[in-house]
């Protein structure tokens, strides 16, 4: 097991939105962007957390023009009622994607479904965040996105012209299990973020995940120029889903995407999102005349009997690192993660964090 210190999350969110702020974002904004890292972290997810989406930021945001802080979201006409259209104008993914899964759970409140599509976009970081929070109020969502850059291998082909292209959905298990199931995803054997991680820790990548500059395996993360699809075909197809939803709502050549300017192109992520109030998926016949949330529960119950009490459910983990969040009363991070944290601190002008400076966690 890891060793981790504890933060008060109030001090991370601090030091999230000066840092946010600093770079020219509005409040808003870098409060989104502070929920969704302090999210990420709650949850156990380390690749998606406040040092990665500065650096994101850094690299290709407000840092290099891919992101414009304050930016306003435009909604495009569409003749369909459930269904809205957006221009984010490269604004702060974080705060497009709260607005947009708010957005579609009110849709899906009114007409049973709501889908939002967001076009010229800055990437969201998290996928399974919104949609756990969704699922958490008693709806079903899904999410896509495409990455900031294509860095995966396509099945077969020698070049990356793919994203990592998370995949979420959550769907309301709280009431069953005493959380929501949670499938969130990257489409290559290992995120991108996931190599940083361990590049900074000094960890090794698994076999058959990255490509070295000539293209061949490396499990050396700081080698790793390009990542491969999970399950050969079958990542491969859902990171290409991706691309192409892109695609269908306004989304350009991928290779392209984050890359230096060229004339006359879009070259900023789309998002996808979808929610469904259950109650407009009930048929109202169930077995036995068992209740929807019966019915659910029954079939979890199936899955994990027969011998399979021990398996774990996709969200499963993510509760548990919750609730060991909870416990010790702040956010979970390593003393190399802290050192990164100390670096942020130093950008804004606020005095360096030392692990030494935190207590450890339980």
Known sequence: METFRVIPEERHNSLVVAAFRHRGYTIEESCAASRMAAMATRHGNRTHNAIKALHLDHLFGSGNGGCVPGAQIEKVSTRFAAVEVWDAHRKLGQATALEAIETAI???????????????????????GYVMEAAKRGYIAYTNCTAALTEVVPLGGRFPTLGTNPHSWGLPTTAA??????????TSVVAMGRVQQLAREGGALPPNAAVDKNGGP????????????FGAHKGYGLSLINEL?????????????CRPPVAEEKQTPAFFFQVIHPESMSARRYAQGRTQAENVKRVLEDILGHGNAGCLLPGQIEAKAAA???????????DAEIAALGEIALEVGAPEWSPGDFKMAK
Do not use: M
């Open 106 to 128: 009110a849709l899906a409140e009114k007409y049973g479904s709501g889908t939002v599509c967001v076009d010229n976009a800055f990437h969201y970081l998290w996928g399974g």
């Open 324 to 334: 060991r969040s909870d416990e010790n009363g702040g956010l979970l991070f390593t």
């Open 177 to 186: 299990l005493g959380y929501p199931v949670v499938v969130d995803w990257a």
């Open 218 to 229: 490396t499990v050396d993360p700081a080698q790793a120029v390009a990542l491969l699809p």
């Open 245 to 257: 939803y892109a695609a269908f709502i306004g989304g350009s050549t991928p290779t392209l995407r």
